[in-house]
């Protein structure tokens, strides 16, 4: 494999029919298609067969993140529409207490309109549960792109979270041509997403309703989760004509030491549901490996940056690292692992914990197609031919796939 920035994105683009792009998701989530790619093999299934397909021993790595209302739409009196996309916390940065937060906070966001905002504050007046509350956003730092806005409210009994749920919009995907509708408040969230932060779902996870979730669990099946929060950066269209002029977003993720003792314990048959689970589990080989030379490292040394994993040091196991990691947590006396990853999977990647991956169907020339063919090779594109002659469904309400190799 020759240098990996070189590779070149047309390489990896394939024709993509509108009319293939499921818009709406089906009435019952597991009764979506499902692609199954074992040992350069594809049949065709159901979703729901999957629990025949895994094997009993898997383990299945679930991203608990939770859609926010991350879209807030402002009007001045000029009658402009300003629109705020909520990225990232800043003061509080943890994201569970920004959500707290009853009189102020801090967020990172994009805007649209923003030439249009120019001075002064934003309000808007909003009612929750019967009691008046006046909501105001106001620009402290704009570079175009990461705009640094502080928000603030004049009733202390609602927290940032109730005021999102209120006057925010459910930010579903650009592609789909849309508005949000009511119904995707239910159909955009995984049945077992938690942990509030993501401005986009992990749609793998889509597929699974309550009866999957049980019949895996009868068949022994561990089912294990972590957080990755999905920033707007995943629908970030590559640009350059090679990979190495794409600027990775960086996402903040959360591993229990519990899930990494399960991986020291159980590394055969990792399944990640997901490319933010595949993203989350194999950047913990980077991380663990900067403790074996700076064991008493910040958490925040610990981010994996864009390119790290094509430096050639492959001087640790991923046991050790793993090891280090929880040798890590338990001096710290900390429950879990919290970095940032800007981590990107493109062909010439060793994978060091996923064996397999459940995932939908990708954008032509995206980076989550990169990582698809990272794993399996070439015959992604016998794959993405099966699927488009199948009439399977496209992007994120979509049929799902499962590779093994």
Known sequence: MSEPRNIS?????????????????LP???????????????????FKQIVDILPENATLIFNNTKVIYA??????????????????????????????????????????????????????????????????????????????I????????????????????????????????????????TVYSKIKGSVAAPTAGLHFTKNVLDSLKNRNVSCKELTLHV????????KSDTIGGH?????????????????????????????????TLESLFYAGRKLENNPNAEMQELDVEQWEPYDKNDDTTTEKALQNIVNYLDRKQLDELQI??????????????????????????STLLLLVSAFIGEDWRKIYDFALSHDFRFLSYGDSSILMK
């Open 247 to 279: 600027n990775m977003h960086s996402e903040m993720i959360s591993v229990s030491k519990e899930l990494i003792v399960h991986l020291l314990n159980n590394p055969d048959n990792i399944f990640a549901v997901g490319t933010t689970s595949v993203r």
């Open 340 to 365: 940032h990853t800007r981590i990107i999977i493109v062909p010439g990647f060793k994978f060091r914990i996923v064996k397999g991956i459940i995932t939908n169907f990708h954008q032509p020339k």
């Open 71 to 148: 879209r807030l739409v402002f009007h001045k009196e000029s009658g402009a529409r300003i629109e705020i996309f909520c990225l990232e916390p800043d003061s509080p940065a943890d994201y569970a207490a920004s959500f707290l937060q009853t009189s102020k906070c801090t967020w990172k966001c994009m805007v649209g309109n923003l030439r249009k905002w120019k001075a002064g504050p934003l309000t808007k007046k909003i009612e929750i549960n019967g009691e008046s509350v006046c909501f105001t956003a106001q620009m402290l730092n704009s570079n175009g792109l990461d705009n640094l």
């Open 9 to 25: 994105t047309e390489d990896y683009n394939y024709e993509l029919p509108e009319e293939r792009i499921a818009k709406f998701p």
């Open 150 to 189: 502080e928000f603030s409210w004049d009733n202390t009994h609602f927290a940032f979270s109730e005021i999102l749920e209120n006057m925010g919009e459910l930010p579903i995907p650009p592609y789909l041509n849309r508005k949000t509708c009511e119904n995707d408040k239910i159909t955009y969230q």
């Open 231 to 238: 920033g707007a950066g995943t629908f970030h269209p590559v």
């Open 28 to 46: 019952q989530r597991d009764e979506s298609k499902l692609l199954v790619y074992k040992n350069g093999e594809i049949t065709q299934r159901i």
